[in-house]
T-cell receptor
Framework: AQTVTQSQPEMSVQEAETVTLSCTYD???????LFWYKQPPSRQMILVIR??????QNATENRFSVNFQKAAKSFSLKISDSQLGDTAMYFC????????????FGKGTSLLVTP | EPEVTQTPSHQVTQMGQEVILRCVPI?????FYWYRQILGQKVEFLVS????????KSEIFDDQFSVERPDGSNFTLKIRSTKLEDSAMYFC??????????????FGSGTRLTVV
């Protein structure tokens, strides 16, 4: 079974600064999908960014980018120019490619952006 | 932008009672899911549903749980004989074939179930 580990339960960053959230995973498969979801206090799960394992290029969505290291099985999220609205719980998630529909989530990192 | 709608937003029920959590997936989506998040813990997969049948389920999804698509728009999760440990936020999600891999899923806002 795939496991997703987020080693930072809580992080804090000042507004306009950059922060990196770490995620590692364990799988024997060669292709798969990785996601970062944001869960603000409203509790809704919002997709932030995704990455296909066979694509070498790191995904970027505006201020959000990932550092995907396939050999190291690492998938970190970088948030640039942090904003107060980025305060949320961030979950890393893994999905197998060909079989199974389930997203396997990590335990989450609580990010607080301070003025 | 299309949304997944869940009702109610908060449900309180007595231990031993049955509850039905309701979801309206995005209209052209064909895959439906339920996830659970116990307070302070990670989001856990319960079940996926496609073509009017369960396509995958986790160990959590035992005989206490069932899902149904009673009509063309609703997708329900029934929990029989609720226990205190069923208290959690329940998320519905949906996707189409392409979205499943390209975008992950679209989640609803969740139903907070409190069993007393």
């Amino acid at each position: 079974a795939q496991t997703v580990t987020q080693s930072q339960p809580e992080m804090s960053v000042q507004e306009a600064e950059t922060v990196t959230l770490s995620c590692t995973y364990d799988t024997s498969e060669s292709n798969y999908y990785l996601f970062w979801y944001k869960q603000p206090p409203s509790r809704q799960m919002i997709l932030v960014i995704r990455q296909e394992a066979y694509k070498q290029q790191n995904a970027t969505e505006n201020r959000f980018s990932v550092n995907f290291q396939k050999a190291a099985k690492s998938f970190s999220l970088k948030i640039s120019d942090s904003q107060l609205g980025d305060t949320a719980m961030y979950f890393c998630a893994f999905k197998r490619e060909y079989s199974g529909y389930a997203l396997n989530f990590g335990k989450g990192t609580s990010l607080l952006v301070t003025p | 932008e299309p949304e997944v709608t869940q009702t109610p937003s908060h449900q309180v029920t007595q231990m031993g009672q049955e509850v039905i959590l309701r979801c309206v997936p995005i209209s052209n989506h064909l895959y439906f899911y339920w996830y659970r998040q116990i307070l302070g813990q990670k989001v856990e997969f319960l079940v996926s549903f496609y073509n009017n049948e369960i396509s995958e389920k986790s160990e959590i999804f035992d005989d206490q749980f069932s899902v149904e698509r009673p009509d063309g728009s609703n997708f329900t999760l029934k929990i029989r004989s609720t226990k205190l440990e069923d208290s959690a936020m329940y998320f519905c999600a949906s996707s189409d074939q392409q979205a499943m891999t390209d975008y992950g899923y679209t989640f609803g806002s969740g139903t907070r179930l409190t069993v007393v």
